[in-house]
C-alpha cells in the first residue's frame, strides 16, 4: 500500500491537535490550585478529593456510563439493521423515520418524548432517557452503516446463498463482519451523543436518575468548578478503561 | 458480553431501589452543603437534589406532567401559576411548628393568601454587578440602570457589559429604567422597553445567565445584569482570589426585581411526610441563616437574623432598606396575552 | 418470497421502535402546532365535551405566525449558512485525517481512531468552557492576535462573543461525526485498485481523484448529514458563545419551548426545520452519491 504522505500526515496532526487543545486546557486545569479556571496558580489534587467526596456527582457519572452503554448496544444492533434495510430497499418512508430524530431540533424531541412517556404511562427514570436516546441514535448508527455499504460486492451474497447458507447465515458470516467497521463507529458516535446529551436527557430524566451532564449544567451558574474538570477527566479515562476491557472480552466484536 | 450485560442490569435496578429520600428540586446552588448534611442526618433519608436556573425550565418540566418531586422552590409568580393549576397540595400547618419564625412582611402575599400552599425560603433582588476598580478608573456610576440601557454611558464599556438572557427580567430593567412598573403589560410600553434595549444592544457583550459570575471575577466583564446571590459569589469569588480588582454589586436608583422563593409540595409528591419535615426544619433560624451566610441571599425569616454575620446584613442589596424596598417589586405572572407579546418583542429584538 | 421476508424481518425492528419513540411523538407535536398554548404554559386542552357534544379547540394562528415578518425565515437562512460552512470545515479537516487512518497500518487504526473520539468522552459543557478560556480577551491566543491586529493598525478584535467563535465551536464538536464515517468508508477500498491505476501510470494526484475521492462520496455524504443537521439546530454554543448577534434558529426554538412558554409556536418552527431538513438532505443525497452506489 501507498505509504501515507507527508503534508496528509502534516494535516492529521494539525487536526489531532485542534482536538486536543481544549482537552488539554480540560485537564489541566482539573490540577489547578485555584477555582477560577483563568490562569495557572499551582498544583493541586483538592479537586479530585471534593469529587470523591461528593455521592451525587458520582452517582449520577455512573448513571451516565450505564444509560450510554445501554443506549449504544440497543441502537447498534436496530440502527445495524436499519442501515441494511435502507441499503437494500431504498423507501423514501423508511430513510424519513430514521434521519427524522436526528433532523429535528433536540428540544423537540424531549419535549415530544415527554408527552409521549406521559401518553403510555411510562414512567421517567433510567429506562425512558435510555428510550430517548436510542430514538435518536439509530440513524447514527444507521447512516455509518449505509454509509459502509455501498459499493460493497454483492456478489459474496449471492455465491453463499447458492452454496446453500440460510440468509442468517450469510448475514452472521458475511455481512456482518464486513459492516463491523461501521457498526462500531456508529456505535461510538451513540454512546458520545448519549453521554453528553443534556437537552433530551433534561425532558425524560425522572426524579433522581440525574446524568452527568444535568449535574454540571447546574453547577454551570457559579463558573464550572475544576471539580467539573475532574469529573470530566476521570469519565474519560474510565470510558477509555472500559471501552479497552470490552474489546479484550470479545475480540471480534471490536477488531475489524 | 454477558457479564456485560448483568452489569447494566444490576446497575438499573439499583437507581431504582433507592433508599428513603426526599427529591427536591432546587434552583441552582441555592442551598448549602452543610444545611443538607445536616438534615439527611436528622431525617435518617437522602437528600436528592435536581437544579433548574430559570422559572421558565422549572415550569416546562413540570407542566408536562413530570412532577413527582417532594419540595419545589419556586418564585412567586410561578407559585401563582402552580397554584392555579391545581398541582400543588394544601400545607398540613399543624406539622410546620416554626412558622412562627417567618417576618409579617413576607406572608400572606396575594399570590398565596393565608399561605394555604407555601412557605417563603428565600429572596434575592436582580441588581447590577461592576467591576468596581474600573467604574472608578472610569468615573461611572453603576448604581442607575443607564449603566447598561444609555449609549452615552455604554460607548466607554463597550463589549464589557452582559445582561440577563431572560425577557421578564430584562424587560423588567429596561421598564424601570423608563419609569414604568416592571409588571407593565401595556403593548406601547413594551415596544418602548423594547427600543431602548435594540439601542443598548449592539454596546453588549452577551445575553448571558449562565457565566456572567466567572467573566466578572476572571475580568473579562465589567459589569453585569444578574441576582444579588451570584453576584455575591462573584465579589467573594474575586477577593478569595486575590485578583487585582474588587466586585460590588448595587440596586440600581429607579428599583428592580425582588424575587421571593417559596417552598411547596407537589400533590404527587412521594412523601409529603418529609417534605414537611424539611420545611420545618428550613424555617429553624440557623438553618435559614445558612442561606445568607453561604448563599448570600435575603431571608425572610425573622428570628434568624442574630444568626446572620453582621457583614452580610449590612449589605444593602441583599437586605434592602425600607426606602429601597418601597422601590422593589415582585413580577406577577404574566398572563398568555401578554407573554405571547413579549415573548414576539423579544424573538425580534434577538433576531435584530 | 424467503428473500422478502428477511428484508421484512430486518426493518421491521427499527420501524417498530421508531414509529413508537419517534412517529407518536411527532404526531402528538404536530396536533400540538395547531393547538392554543396554557395559560401558565404547556398546552391548552384541545377539545371540550359540552352535554354529550364535542368541540374542537384548534387553530392555524401559529402557522400563520410563521409567515406574518420575515424574521424567522431570515434567521433560517443565517443559521443554514453557519451549518454549510461548518459542515465545509468538517470535511476538509476530516479527510486527511480519516484518509490517514484508513492506510495506517490495521495495528494502529483503532488507537487512532479511538484517539479522536476520546476528547468527546469528557463533557461537552466542559468542552465549550475550554474553549472560553481559549478565546478569553486575556487569553495568550487574543493577545497576540490583537499584537498583529495592533501592528496593521487594524481594530482590536474580540473573539470571545462572536460568530467566529460559534463556528470553531460548532466545528470542534461536530468533527467526530465526518472523520468516522469518512474512515468507515475509506477504510474499506480495495488497496489493489490504486496498485493497478499506478502500475498503469497514473500520478499521486490522478489516483486521487479518479478513484479514491469518487469512492469516497458516501462517506463524505454520511458524515455530511451527520454534521449539518445537528449543527443546524443547536442553541447551547451560540447562546454560550454568540454574544448579542451569534444566535441561530435553534435558540428560537428553545426560546419558545422554555422562556416564552408557547409550545404551539415552538412546534411549529421545529416541524418546519425539520422538514426543510429533511428535504434538503434528500437533494443532497440525489446530487452527492455517485451512479451504480444508489441501489445495492
Known amino acids: 500500500m501507498a505509504r501515507p504522505r507527508k503534508t496528509l500526515l502534516l494535516a492529521s496532526a494539525l487536526v489531532y491537535l485542534f482536538l486536543y487543545i481544549p482537552l488539554a486546557v480540560v485537564v489541566v486545569f482539573s490540577f489547578n490550585d485555584s477555582r477560577l479556571n483563568a490562569e495557572w496558580v499551582g498544583f493541586t489534587w483538592k479537586w479530585y478529593d471534593q469529587l470523591f467526596s461528593n455521592p451525587q456527582m458520582l452517582q449520577a457519572a455512573r448513571n451516565s456510563l450505564i444509560i450510554a452503554l445501554a443506549a449504544a448496544l440497543l441502537s447498534g444492533v436496530l440502527g445495524c439493521l436499519a442501515g441494511i434495510a435502507l441499503h437494500r430497499f431504498r423507501q423514501k418512508w423508511l430513510s424519513a423515520l430514521v434521519l427524522g430524530p436526528v433532523a429535528m431540533p433536540d428540544i423537540l424531541i424531549g419535549v415530544s418524548l415527554l408527552l409521549t412517556f406521559m401518553l403510555f404511562n411510562i414512567g421517567l427514570g433510567s429506562i425512558s432517557i ?80 440525574a446524568t452527568l451532564p444535568l449535574e454540571i449544567y447546574s453547577m454551570v451558574k457559579i463558573a464550572v468548578t475544576p471539580e467539573v474538570n475532574a469529573v470530566s477527566t476521570l469519565l474519560m479515562l474510565l470510558t477509555l478503561v472500559l471501552i479497552t476491557v470490552l474489546s479484550r472480552f470479545s475480540p471480534q466484536s471490536l477488531r475489524s | 458480553m454477558k457479564k456485560f450485560l448483568c ?85 398540613d400547618k399543624s406539622k410546620l411548628s416554626n412558622i412562627g419564625n417567618m417576618a409579617a412582611g413576607f406572608m400572606n402575599k396575594s399570590y398565596d393568601p393565608g399561605n394555604t400552599y407555601s412557605l417563603p425560603y428565600a429572596f434575592t433582588t436582580t441588581l447590577i454587578g461592576y467591576n468596581e476598580t474600573k467604574m472608578a478608573e472610569l468615573g461611572l456610576e453603576p448604581g442607575d440602570w443607564s449603566i447598561i440601557f444609555d449609549p452615552k454611558v455604554l460607548s466607554k464599556i463597550k463589549g464589557k457589559v452582559t445582561v440577563m438572557d431572560d425577557s421578564e427580567e430584562l ?115 440557623e438553618n435559614a441563616a445558612e442561606l445568607s451566610n453561604i448563599v448570600g441571599t435575603g431571608n425572610p425569616n425573622a428570628a434568624a437574623k442574630p444568626f446572620i454575620e453582621e457583614e452580610i446584613l449590612a449589605i444593602s442589596a441583599i437586605f434592602p432598606s425600607e426606602q429601597q424596598l418601597n422601590s422593589l417589586e415582585t413580577l406577577d405572572a404574566r398572563n398568555a396575552k401578554s407573554r405571547r407579546v413579549m415573548s414576539r418583542l423579544w424573538t425580534e429584538l434577538k433576531v435584530k | 418470497m424467503h428473500h422478502r421476508l428477511s428484508k421484512v424481518l430486518l426493518a421491521l425492528p427499527p420501524a417498530a421502535y421508531l414509529v413508537v419513540f419517534f412517529a407518536v411523538p411527532s404526531l402528538l407535536m404536530l396536533l400540538a402546532s395547531f393547538r392554543y398554548p396554557g395559560e401558565y404554559g404547556g398546552l391548552a386542552p384541545w377539545y371540550y365535551i359540552d352535554d354529550g357534544q364535542l368541540s374542537l379547540d384548534l387553530t392555524t394562528e401559529n402557522w400563520l405566525r410563521l409567515v406574518e415578518s420575515t424574521i424567522y425565515l431570515g434567521l433560517l437562512l443565517k443559521s443554514l449558512g453557519f451549518a454549510l460552512l461548518t459542515t465545509l470545515i468538517c470535511a476538509l479537516m476530516a479527510y486527511p485525517l480519516a484518509l490517514t487512518i484508513a492506510r495506517s497500518p490495521k495495528r494502529h487504526r483503532d488507537l487512532l481512531l479511538l484517539l479522536v473520539i476520546l476528547p468527546f468522552w469528557s463533557n461537552f459543557l466542559v468542552r465549550i468552557y475550554a474553549w472560553m478560556i481559549i478565546f478569553s480577551p486575556q487569553g495568550a491566543l487574543s493577545e497576540g492576535l ?35 464515517p469518512l474512515y468507515a468508508n475509506l477504510e474499506k477500498h480495495d488497496p489493489a485498485l490504486l496498485d493497478a491505476a499506478q502500475d498503469l501510470g497514473a500520478n499521486a494526484r490522478q489516483r486521487f481523484w479518479k478513484i479514491t475521492w469518487p469512492l469516497s462520496l458516501p462517506g463524505i455524504y454520511a458524515g455530511g448529514v451527520l454534521v449539518f443537521i445537528p449543527s443546524l439546530g443547536i442553541f447551547a454554543i451560540p447562546d454560550l458563545l454568540g454574544g448579542t448577534n451569534g444566535i441561530m434558529i435553534g435558540n428560537v426554538i428553545k426560546q419558545q419551548f422554555v422562556e416564552a412558554r408557547d409550545w404551539p409556536f415552538g412546534s411549529v418552527l421545529s416541524l418546519v426545520l425539520t422538514a426543510i431538513t429533511l428535504m434538503l438532505v434528500a437533494i443532497a443525497g440525489r446530487f452527492g452519491r455517485p451512479k451504480g452506489t444508489a441501489n445495492g
Not at chain 2, 7 to 27: E, H, I, P, Y
Not at chain 2, 66 to 86: F, H, M, S
Not at chain 2, 188 to 216: C, D, G, M, R, T
Not at chain 3, 149 to 169: H, K, Q, R, Y
Request: hydrophobic share 50%; glycine share 6%; net charge negative.
Open chain 1, 130 to 209: 435510555i428510550l430517548a436516546h436510542v430514538s435518536f441514535c439509530i440513524g447514527f448508527v444507521a447512516l455509518a452503516v449505509q454509509a459502509r455499504m455501498s459499493g460493497m460486492d454483492d456478489s459474496l451474497l449471492e455465491a453463499a446463498r447458492d452454496l446453500g447458507a440460510s440468509p442468517w447465515q450469510s448475514f452472521r458470516l458475511i455481512t456482518l463482519p464486513l459492516l463491523l467497521p461501521g457498526v462500531i463507529a456508529g456505535m461510538m458516535m451513540a454512546f458520545t451523543l448519549s453521554i453528553d446529551d443534556f437537552v433530551v436527557t433534561f425532558f425524560t430524566a425522572g426524579v433522581g436518575s
Open chain 2, 7 to 91: 452489569c447494566v442490569v444490576l446497575g438499573l435496578s439499583q437507581t431504582v431501589l433507592a433508599d428513603k429520600a426526599l427529591n427536591l428540586f432546587n434552583w441552582n446552588d441555592y442551598i448549602a452543603d452543610e444545611t443538607v448534611a445536616r438534615f439527611e442526618s436528622e431525617c435518617g433519608c437522602k437528600v436528592v437534589q435536581d437544579y433548574f436556573s430559570a422559572t421558565e425550565e422549572m415550569m416546562a418540566k413540570l407542566l408536562a406532567g413530570n412532577g413527582d418531586y417532594d419540595i419545589v422552590i419556586p418564585t412567586q409568580n410561578a407559585v401563582e401559576a402552580l397554584v392555579k393549576q391545581g398541582f400543588l397540595t394544601p400545607l
Open chain 2, 171 to 285: 424587560f423588567a430593567a429596561a421598564l424601570k429604567y423608563l419609569g414604568y412598573s416592571a409588571n407593565d403589560s401595556d403593548e406601547k410600553h413594551l415596544k418602548e422597553a423594547q427600543a431602548v434595549i435594540l439601542k443598548a444592544k449592539p454596546y453588549w457583550a452577551a445575553f448571558n445567565s449562565s457565566s456572567y459570575i466567572k467573566e466578572l471575577t476572571v475580568g473579562n466583564i465589567w459589569v453585569a445584569h444578574g441576582y444579588s446571590s451570584d453576584m455575591f459569589q462573584a465579589r467573594s469569588d474575586a477577593a478569595e482570589a486575590g485578583r487585582s480588582f474588587t466586585v460590588n454589586f448595587v440596586i440600581p436608583k429607579q428599583g428592580a426585581v425582588l424575587a421571593l422563593d417559596n417552598m411547596v409540595i407537589p400533590r404527587k409528591a412521594r412523601s409529603p411526610e418529609l417534605a414537611h419535615q424539611f420545611i420545618n426544619f428550613m424555617m429553624r433560624p
Open chain 3, 146 to 180: 490583537n499584537a498583529v491586529t495592533g501592528l496593521l493598525g487594524l481594530e482590536p478584535v474580540n473573539l470571545m462573543f462572536s460568530s467566529t467563535a460559534v463556528i470553531v465551536c460548532l466545528v470542534y464538536v461536530h468533527l467526530p461525526f465526518m472523520i468516522l
